[in-house]
């Protein structure tokens, strides 16, 4: 794999992350975010043919070369608002576009409801909103969560003897990959420890969730965006429950669905192709 990137870190007020930037330095501001147990390196088809643009393509804490959240801090997608918006400020950026995928898609919406004067615009894929959860569904899963932080420290992550074998092990994850996608996640999400590798990603992100948004304050938070919105659907991806495919034709977003895994943009060149074509578009305007 040989792409034109320079590989950087911020110290955060709180934290100290890495990422990939591409892009001209007077390119549009973007910030982009990949998916759970993913990396930077998620953006390595599609950023290099995004034209015009300035992308900070992060390690989220607890992923890739990232530092790991304090003892005690948790992992919930709303913390990595801060994360986004303490990048920003690391560049001089008061406004900027935020790009997507899963996880880094919701993050984004999140933020974008949150404090819709600093996002100008958003491009997402595969993602909109959290798994959400009612209140009578709350005591039990903060319940598991509780229990399962008890017993956090006792677990061992798995360790691969090749690193080809930790390449397979990630193709048959969730949201399954290319054997090309996986080795490009497994280059910068390993690392060498006694007896082979294992993943860096903090064990902590496998935990439960102690807490879930309701579905009427996740939607609260797409209601409040005031900015573009492109929102990709992959035909094959995590998208496709009739429910949720009705939700996404309801909102404002320009919406398109292209064919593909979840990782449509980085299984293969011509997933990355489509997804750019249409970004490229859409920052265009």
Known sequence: MSVAFEEIRLSLPHIEVAAHLYGPEDGIPVIALHGWLDNAATFSRLAPLLEGIRIVALDLPGHGHSDHRPVGAAYNIWDYAHDVLQTAEQFGWKKFSLLGHSMGAIASVLLAGAMPERI???????GVIPYTGEADTAPQKLGESLQALLSVDNKRKPVYSTFEDAVAA????VGAVSHDAAERLAQRGLMPV??????RTDARLMLPSPMRLSRAHARAFVDRIACPASLILAEQGLMTQTEMLNYCKS?????????????LHLDDQSGAEAV?????????T
């Open 194 to 199: 006694p007896g082979g590798y294992t993943w």
């Open 170 to 173: 990630r193709m048959k994850g």
């Open 251 to 263: 909102l404002p977003f320009q919406l398109h669905r292209l064919a593909g895994g979840h990782h």
């Open 120 to 126: 100008e615009r958003l491009a997402l894929i595969d």
């Open 276 to 284: 750019a074509a249409v970004f490229n578009q859409f920052f265009e």
